[in-house]
C-alpha cells in the first residue's frame, strides 16, 4: 500500500463552502479535526452519540469564527442501515448534500486475550470500527458523487501493533478496515470521488490512555496535528493523494 508522509497544505480557505461529515466528533481527533475544518471554511456535522460534548464543540467552532455546525446525534453501536439512509436525506434536505466524509468514531474496551472478550463486546467493536464506516460509505455515496470533488478519509492504526495479542475486537477491525480502504480506494481510483487513509502518530487520546495506562499523561502530543492533516486530506489540494496513506508517523 503506498505511503506519503508529506501533508498537504492546509489554505485558509481550503475547505470553503464544503459541508464535512465527521463521524465521531466529540472524542480527541473528531474534535481537533472538527476545529481544523471549522477554520479553514469547512460546515462541519458533528456525529457522535455524547451531545453534551457536540454540543460544547457546536459552540466552539462558532466561537473560532467558522461557518455553523450542525449536531447529528446517533449511536453507531445501534445503528442500522435504515438509520444510515435517514442520514443521507437529512444531509441532501438541510445542507443540500455532503462533499466529505471523515471517520474518528473508534470503540476500544482495553486490552484483553480473544478468550475473554464478552460476545457483546466483539460485536460492538465490529460495528462501530469496521460495520458502521462501511454502512455510512453505502449509504453516501450517492451524494457524494454528485460533487466534482467528494472525498472520503479513514484512520487507520499501525498494522504490525494491531495484530499482537490482546488488541482484540479494536485490533481486527483496524485490520479490516486498511483492507476496505484499499478496495474501495481501488474502485474510486479516478472519477469525481476520492479515498484517503490518515495513519496518525502517537497522540494524547482516552484511547491512548486506556491502552497504555502505564504511560505518562504528558508523553504525547494533543491530536492537533493530525486533525489538521485529516482536514486537509479532505481539501482539493488533496487530489494528487488519493488512494495514498497518509502516515504521520516518525520515520524509522
Given at each position: 500500500?503506498p505511503?506519503?508522509?508529506?501533508?498537504?497544505?492546509?489554505?485558509?480557505?481550503a475547505?470553503?463552502?464544503?459541508?464535512?461529515?465527521?463521524?465521531?466528533?466529540?472524542g480527541?481527533?473528531?474534535?481537533?479535526?472538527?476545529?481544523?475544518?471549522?477554520?479553514?471554511?469547512?460546515?462541519?456535522?458533528?456525529?457522535?452519540?455524547?451531545?453534551?460534548?457536540?454540543?460544547?464543540?457546536?459552540?466552539?467552532?462558532?466561537?473560532?469564527?467558522?461557518?455553523?455546525?450542525?449536531?447529528y446525534?446517533?449511536?453507531?453501536?445501534?445503528?442500522?442501515?435504515?438509520?444510515?439512509?435517514?442520514?443521507?436525506?437529512t444531509l441532501?434536505?438541510d445542507?443540500?448534500g455532503?462533499?466529505?466524509v471523515?471517520?474518528?468514531?473508534?470503540?476500544?474496551?482495553?486490552?484483553?486475550?480473544?478468550?475473554?472478550i464478552?460476545?457483546?463486546?466483539?460485536l460492538?467493536?465490529?460495528?462501530?470500527?469496521?460495520?458502521?464506516?462501511?454502512?455510512?460509505?453505502?449509504?453516501?455515496?450517492?451524494?457524494?458523487?454528485?460533487?466534482?470533488?467528494?472525498?472520503?478519509?479513514?484512520v487507520?492504526?499501525?498494522?504490525?501493533?494491531?495484530r499482537?495479542?490482546?488488541?482484540?475486537?479494536?485490533?481486527?477491525?483496524?485490520?479490516?478496515?486498511?483492507?476496505?480502504?484499499?478496495?474501495?480506494?481501488?474502485?474510486?481510483?479516478?472519477?469525481p470521488?476520492?479515498?484517503?487513509?490518515?495513519?496518525p502518530?502517537?497522540?494524547?487520546t482516552a484511547?491512548?490512555?486506556?491502552?497504555?495506562?502505564?504511560e505518562?499523561?504528558e508523553?504525547?502530543?494533543?491530536?492537533?496535528?493530525?486533525?489538521?492533516?485529516?482536514?486537509?486530506?479532505?481539501?482539493?489540494?488533496?487530489?494528487?493523494?488519493?488512494?495514498?496513506?497518509?502516515?504521520l508517523?516518525?520515520?524509522d
Amino acid at each position: 500500500m503506498p505511503m506519503q508522509q508529506r501533508v498537504p497544505a492546509l489554505a485558509p480557505d481550503a475547505l470553503t463552502g464544503r459541508v464535512v461529515l465527521l463521524v465521531g466528533a466529540a472524542g480527541g481527533l473528531g474534535r481537533a479535526s472538527a476545529l481544523a475544518c471549522g477554520r479553514v471554511g469547512a460546515t462541519v456535522v458533528l456525529l457522535g452519540r455524547h451531545v453534551r460534548a457536540l454540543e460544547a464543540l457546536y459552540d466552539e467552532l462558532l466561537a473560532a469564527g467558522a461557518p455553523q455546525p450542525a449536531i447529528y446525534p446517533l449511536n453507531l453501536e445501534g445503528a442500522t442501515p435504515r438509520d444510515y439512509a435517514t442520514l443521507a436525506e437529512t444531509l441532501a434536505r438541510d445542507l443540500g448534500g455532503v462533499d466529505a466524509v471523515a471517520f474518528t468514531a473508534a470503540r476500544f474496551d482495553g486490552l484483553t486475550p480473544l478468550e475473554l472478550i464478552e460476545p457483546e463486546v466483539w460485536l460492538s467493536q465490529i460495528q462501530v470500527n469496521l460495520s458502521a464506516p462501511l454502512l455510512i460509505v453505502q449509504a453516501l455515496l450517492p451524494l457524494l458523487r454528485q460533487r466534482a470533488d467528494g472525498a472520503i478519509a479513514f484512520v487507520l492504526e499501525d498494522p504490525a501493533r494491531m495484530r499482537r495479542a490482546h488488541w482484540g475486537g479494536y485490533g481486527v477491525a483496524k485490520c479490516a478496515l486498511e483492507g476496505l480502504f484499499a478496495i474501495l480506494a481501488e474502485e474510486h481510483h479516478e472519477g469525481p470521488l476520492r479515498v484517503h487513509a490518515l495513519l496518525p502518530a502517537p497522540m494524547r487520546t482516552a484511547l491512548r490512555r486506556l491502552a497504555y495506562f502505564g504511560e505518562h499523561g504528558e508523553a504525547q502530543p494533543e491530536p492537533t496535528a493530525a486533525g489538521a492533516a485529516l482536514a486537509a486530506l479532505l481539501g482539493s489540494a488533496a487530489a494528487p493523494l488519493r488512494g495514498q496513506v497518509l502516515d504521520l508517523r516518525a520515520p524509522d
